[in-house]
């Protein structure tokens, strides 16, 4: 199990580096092993099953294979299936929990949002029983699906609960016993936040924070972020920043955003945004 949990870790490194092949393989290889020495309620093994459909996720989404999406959802639902067949050991909690996660992302992505929701305050509702301090991660997530949700429907309260969410997770860091975000939490955040107080169009304020976190994107990955992932980050909020001056029929400051951001795609033509996070 040393070597495999080791092999498990090689895996994240090297798809966080790109290559995203080369670490399904070696998830797959982690997976085929754990089902030779462990029962299928094993800890390790539900999270290398995880592991693995995170993989089917991914390049599904890469590739637009709806099988491999389908393969995706459908070993996520297996991890949790057998979570609760076996009970919930605080060793096993983990793995549920992130198929939980996870496949609420998808589900979110499908349209099927009441499930969603229910699948990641279920997640949240676990993490806080466990006293657990990441449960802010899991909170974004909610938020994800809310924002989704609200912009399907156009449904203001669904919006505003995806706000609440991601001003409290950010308020995290202020307050009286503070948390200090991740860099990618906080980044996370603040992009939904915007995308999310996009949807604010007549609402001064909003535009007013958004300039804001714009502001504060720029200062806080300056230097710490490969040049690739802050031009990434920063294309995803101004574009919001000038659709939403777009809108308001504010041309002039739709332009210049707009000449800004035709620079930057002109400059780093690799570049493909996230937008799966708001905007």
């Known amino acids: 199990p040393d070597r495999l949990s080791t092999l498990g870790n090689l895996a994240i490194a090297i798809e966080k580096l790109g290559g995203l092949e080369e670490a399904g393989d070696i998830k797959a290889e982690v997976l085929a092993g754990y089902k030779k020495i462990v029962d299928e309620s094993h800890p390790s093994r539900l999270a290398a099953k995880h592991n693995l459909a995170s993989f089917f996720d991914t390049r599904a989404r890469r590739t637009g294979d709806a099988d491999l999406r389908e393969r995706a959802k459908r070993m996520y639902r297996e991890v949790i299936d057998v979570g609760k067949a076996s009970g919930n050991t605080p060793h096993s909690i983990y793995p549920i929990i992130n198929a939980k996660s996870s496949l609420a992302g998808m589900l979110g992505e499908d349209g099927d949002f009441s499930q969603a929701v229910e699948l990641q305050e279920e997640v949240i509702d676990e993490l806080v ?9 899991y909170r974004l997530g909610l938020a994800q699906v809310y924002f989704t949700w609200g912009q399907a429907t156009q449904d203001p309260e669904l919006l505003e609960k995806a706000r609440r969410i991601l001003e409290g997770v950010l308020a995290l860091e202020s307050g009286g016993q503070a948390i200090e975000l991740s860099t990618a939490d906080r980044t996370t955040a603040k992009r939904l936040l915007v995308a999310v107080l996009g949807q604010s169009l007549e609402d001064d304020e909003a535009l007013e924070q958004v300039d804001q976190i714009v502001k504060e994107l720029q200062e806080e990955q300056v230097g710490t972020q490969k040049g690739r992932q802050l031009n990434t980050v920063m294309i995803a909020v101004k574009y919001q920043k000038a ?37």
């Open 243 to 279: 659709w939403m001056h777009h809108q308001r029929d504010e041309y002039a400051e739709a332009t210049e955003l707009y000449e800004e951001l035709v620079e930057a795609m002109e400059d780093n033509p690799a570049i493909k945004p996230d937008w799966r996070l708001g905007t």
């Open 129 to 137: 029983r466990n006293k657990d301090p990441m449960v802010y991660r």
